[in-house]
């Protein structure tokens, strides 16, 4: 099981949680209404940190992403808001970088209108819709994801909490598809600074099974 750390933006924090937990991915928010906001911060500082960047976006434009996965060295551009399918295929034609695009799930899914995504990107990832797009820290119905029919993996997302590990593995025997988790504010002390006891326990509960 994959373990994507997101939100992170302080260097110190980020180099503990490269040593203490070793993250598949780690996630930095260039959405500038978000309280755990990156961008304001040195490309340069980043880019040398050793593991997989996530930069996560909200309807920002392409000019915007291919300049940041530059200066920030992303492995992958995660689109968190309401991205086209048009912009998904622009970005994949210009770009090697990987793409991970985001539904915001309610009360149900329209499976049928992921489908055509499954080309150009690496991963779908759910989360829990919200007005602030993401880190609300709240579950949606994950008995909603044991119906996805799509052969595409995906990333579980939205409110994993500390005491969430069971949960997940027990989701992660009925969908293979499930093959990472992506935590955020449960395991904050401020916006932005995270807990690395905290994660640490969780993911070694995660990776016991
Ligand atoms: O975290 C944010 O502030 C944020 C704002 C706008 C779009 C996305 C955002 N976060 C992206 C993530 O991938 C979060 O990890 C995801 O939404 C889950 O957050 P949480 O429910 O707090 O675990």
């Not at 994959?2 to 070793?22: A, D, F, W």
């Not at 915001?104 to 779908?124: A, T």
Request: charged share 25%.
């Amino acid at each position: 099981m994959q373990v994507k750390v997101c939100g992170m933006r302080e260097p110190e924090n980020i180099q503990t949680l490269i040593r203490e937990v070793g993250p598949d991915l780690m996630g930095m928010i260039f959405y500038p209404k978000s309280s755990r906001y990156a961008g304001e911060k040195e490309g340069q500082e980043f880019s040398s940190f050793p593991v997989s960047k996530v930069g996560v976006f909200v309807n920002a434009s392409l000019e915007e992403v291919l300049g940041t996965v530059n200066d920030y060295g992303l492995s992958f551009v995660q689109l968190h808001g309401d991205e086209d399918l048009k912009f998904v295929k622009k970005l994949h034609q210009q770009s090697a970088v990987k793409i991970i695009k985001v539904f915001r799930v309610e009360d149900q899914v329209n499976w049928k209108s992921l489908e055509p995504f499954e080309p150009y990107i690496e991963y779908f990832l759910f989360d829990t819709q919200t007005k602030m797009y993401g880190g609300s820290g709240r579950k949606f119905d994950w008995a909603l994801l044991e119906q996805y029919p799509l052969k595409k993996q995906f990333l579980l997302s939205g409110g994993i909490d500390e005491d969430s590990a069971s949960m997940i593995h027990a989701l992660a025997n009925k969908v293979p598809q499930l093959v990472g988790v992506d935590i955020n504010s449960k395991f904050e002390e401020s916006p932005g600074l995270k807990d690395i006891g905290k994660i640490r326990r969780f993911v070694e509960a995660l990776r016991e099974n």
